[in-house]
């Protein structure tokens, strides 16, 4: 019997936002039988031989349901513990902790009083994607407000310094598979992005990207450093995404780890990508 591979998306999307399209003849070519799935569907996830976190984007605002399905499916890629961990932002003090260049990161929990830079800062909820409740604070100001309705719908709050790099040069996203570095591609600065024809959204301008050595060396001592938190083996992530911006004097710093659902730029890169991701799926089987 062929294995079978589930990819497991939301009811907004039920077959993902075309990224993963090359994926799923690339399974099929390795005698794999694919699907897509919303994860909140009656599909019998438990019962597949391997279930690939790709386009569950609106898990954010059912984290607890999501996480007791992730749970629930005992072939789920990445595996429900790391879903758990990297679901919250607060990994990034765990990171910062210990001794990576991350974005400078503050927690203020429901209850604790949260503290500001003296520079441009950003407020975000620990737990979100999409952008969805961060807001961006000029120098001196009181965002004590936004604080407030974040611990409002039961967030942690997270304030960073606004790194303005975002703006001129964008993101650098690093992707690997199975543990090993697959590509790169870039997203570019949202202040020169176009409205796309529909007129609902901006369109994050996306292009490949070979990383400088030092953002190289980041995002493997990024990798490291989560595995050993975690207590896994870096192979034993299908995915990972570490997603840089540039601090003020030019160096690499981590903005995101994206181990649950990231978008892997597979449009934006050499076709072999898609066998690379569905050998590594494969070896997961192992
Ligand atoms: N500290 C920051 N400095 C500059 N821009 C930021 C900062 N934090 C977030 N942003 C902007 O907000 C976007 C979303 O934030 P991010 O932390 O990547 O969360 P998510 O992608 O999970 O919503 C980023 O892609 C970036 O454009
Ligand atoms: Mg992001």
């Known amino acids: 019997m062929s294995p079978t591979a589930v990819l497991v998306s939301c009811s907004e999307l039920p077959e993902g936002d075309g990224d993963d399209d090359a994926v799923v003849p690339a399974l099929a070519s390795l005698g794999f039988s694919v699907s897509w799935a919303p994860w909140d569907s009656s599909?019998?996830?438990a019962a597949a031989d391997a279930v690939v976190l790709r386009a569950t984007w609106d898990y954010a605002a059912r984290r607890p349901e999501f996480l007791d399905w992730c749970e629930s499916v005992p072939s789920l890629l990445n595996s429900a513990d790391v879903v758990r961990w990297n679901t919250d932002k607060t990994y990034l003090t765990e990171l910062l902790d210990a001794g990576l260049a991350v974005v400078p990161t503050a927690l203020?929990?429901?209850g604790d009083d949260?503290?500001?830079p003296a520079t441009d800062f950003v407020v975000k909820p620990s737990v979100g994607a999409g952008s969805r409740g961060a807001a961006r604070f000029t120098a001196g100001a009181d965002a004590s407000a936004h604080v407030?309705?974040?611990?409002?719908e039961g967030h942690t709050?997270?304030?960073?310094?606004?790194q303005s790099s975002v703006d001129t040069s964008g993101e650098l996203a690093l992707v690997y598979l199975g543990g090993i570095y697959s590509h790169a591609f870039s997203k570019g600065a949202m202040l020169g992005s176009t409205m796309d024809a529909s007129g609902l959204y901006l369109t994050e301008k996306l292009a490949p990207a070979?990383?400088?050595?030092e953002a190289l060396a980041l995002a493997e001592d990024v990798l490291?450093?989560?595995?050993?938190l975690l207590g896994i083996l870096r192979a034993e992530l299908l995915y990972a995404r570490v997603d840089l911006v540039r601090g003020a004097d030019g160096k690499p710093l981590l903005l995101e780890l994206e181990l649950t659902e990231p978008s892997l730029g597979f449009r934006q890169t050499d076709p072999s990508a898609a066998l690379r991701f569905a050998s590594a799926v494969r070896q997961q089987l192992a």
């Open 157 to 162: 709050a997270l304030i960073q310094p606004y």
């Open 43 to 45: 599909f019998d996830f």
């Open 114 to 116: 949260a503290r500001f």
């Open 148 to 152: 407030a309705a974040l611990h409002a």
């Open 224 to 228: 490291d450093a989560a595995s050993a």
């Open 108 to 110: 203020a929990a429901p």
């Open 210 to 213: 070979s990383p400088p050595a």
